[in-house]
């Protein structure tokens, strides 16, 4: 996880493999990016890329710590948001 990275293509050195159930195996390891509305950010679901996006109301709903997030934080922190999303994302997108 990069904290604070202001680099505008971070990306995420570890490979998050995350496993749901029995089947579904999920990393994300590509740039994560926010253009001051859309976070956005691609995720591997068995094997298939699939592009994700959250809106503000969404990050403030489901990333913990970032309820009250301004623009410039979710730039600031917009790689360890987007990890926070990822179990939501991967139940909105599977």
Same mark, same amino acid.
């Given at each position: 996880?990069?904290?604070?990275?202001?680099?505008?293509?971070?990306?995420?050195?570890?490979?998050?493999?995350? +496993?749901? @159930? $029995? =089947?579904?195996? !999920?990393?994300?390891? &590509? *740039?994560?990016?926010?253009?001051?509305?859309?976070?956005?950010?691609?995720?591997? +679901?068995? @094997? $298939? =890329?699939?592009? !994700?996006?959250?809106? &503000? *109301?969404?990050?403030?709903?489901?990333?913990?710590?970032?309820?009250?997030?301004?623009?410039?934080?979710?730039?600031?922190?917009?790689?360890?948001?987007?990890?926070?999303?990822?179990?939501?994302?991967?139940?909105?997108?599977?």
């Amino acid at each position: 996880m990069i904290s604070g990275s202001t680099n505008k293509q971070a990306v995420l050195h570890k490979a998050n493999p995350l +496993v749901f @159930g $029995v =089947a579904m195996s !999920v990393d994300c390891g &590509r *740039a994560v990016e926010w253009d001051g509305k859309i976070l956005t950010g691609s995720l591997v +679901v068995n @094997g $298939v =890329a699939t592009k !994700v996006t959250a809106d &503000r *109301a969404t990050i403030h709903a489901y990333a913990a710590g970032f309820s009250d997030a301004l623009s410039w934080e979710i730039d600031r922190f917009r790689t360890e948001i987007f990890e926070k999303l990822v179990p939501f994302l991967v139940r909105q997108n599977s």
